[in-house]
């Protein structure tokens, strides 16, 4: 029962790791596989110029939200039981593969680092809840990808550094407004300006430099009509 639970895990983990190559390489992107086993990251992809070390999982899909389990463990026997989780200084970004929607994500490891679980929302909870929400939309595969091409071409920073782990270079970091690249920002204008109406306040960039904030007129009514 154990073995067959591992082999399906693995298998899992086999489709999430080239789903995530293939779209990958549908984007144009650099593709490169670790020639050891023991690296804390699957694959390493050329993003603008730059590598990131990318951990694959595999998404599991109940009802409106993608599970994915972060935290490993392993038997010691002078500690018994050990778990860990992912940090900075093993991974640049989390890809996950949700099979059931043949869809890829990708998240900054600052928005992962040290959790067990994480989650992404495909749609609004019953409950109305917005806070603290990841949001699937935020992550999509292209997107992320393209957001993350436009940090780095208008990034300053010193070679060998890992912009997508850092709260400026990287993606969305809870607690700051929501950053979008320009390009994705034009396609999704209408998922933009709902989530701005909801609350949260969007902030454009443009080559890793601020463009223009969207944000409630409820929230802000002394500002000006719109920033954009």
């Known amino acids: 029962m154990h073995e067959h639970v591992f082999v399906h895990a693995q298998v899992k983990g086999n489709v999430a790791e080239l789903g995530i190559a293939t779209e990958s390489a549908r984007l144009g992107l650099a593709v490169l596989k670790p020639l050891t086993e023991q690296e804390p990251y699957d694959l390493v992809l050329g993003i603008g ?3 990131f070390r990318v951990q694959c999982k595999w998404g599991q899909l109940k009802g409106d939200v993608i599970h994915v ?5 392993y038997h010691s026997p002078t500690r018994g039981y050990v778990t860990s989780a992912y940090d900075e200084s093993e991974i640049d970004a989390l890809a996950i593969y949700c099979g059931e929607l043949s869809r890829a994500y990708l998240v900054p490891v600052a ?3 040290g959790l067990g679980m994480f989650s992404l929302r495909l749609t609004a909870a019953r409950n109305k809840q917005r806070a603290s929400l990841n949001w699937a939309a935020d992550y999509e595969f292209p997107g992320a990808v393209a957001q993350l091409e436009e940090r780095v071409a208008g990034s300053d920073e010193v070679r060998g550094s890992s912009p997508l782990s850092s709260t400026r270079e990287g993606l969305e970091v809870a607690g ?3 950053e979008v ?3 994705q920002f034009r396609n ?3 998922f933009y300006l709902e989530r ?3 609350g949260t306040e969007i902030l454009v960039l443009r080559r890793g430099r601020p463009l223009a904030r969207l944000v409630s007129a409820d929230l802000n009514p002394a500002a000006p009509a719109a920033d954009v």
């Open 49 to 51: 110029g730059k590598l």
């Open 69 to 73: 389990r972060l935290r490993s463990s």
């Open 111 to 113: 928005r992962i680092a």
């Open 176 to 178: 700051s407004p929501e």
């Open 181 to 183: 690249g320009a390009h």
């Open 188 to 190: 999704r204008f209408g």
């Open 196 to 198: 701005a109406a909801g």
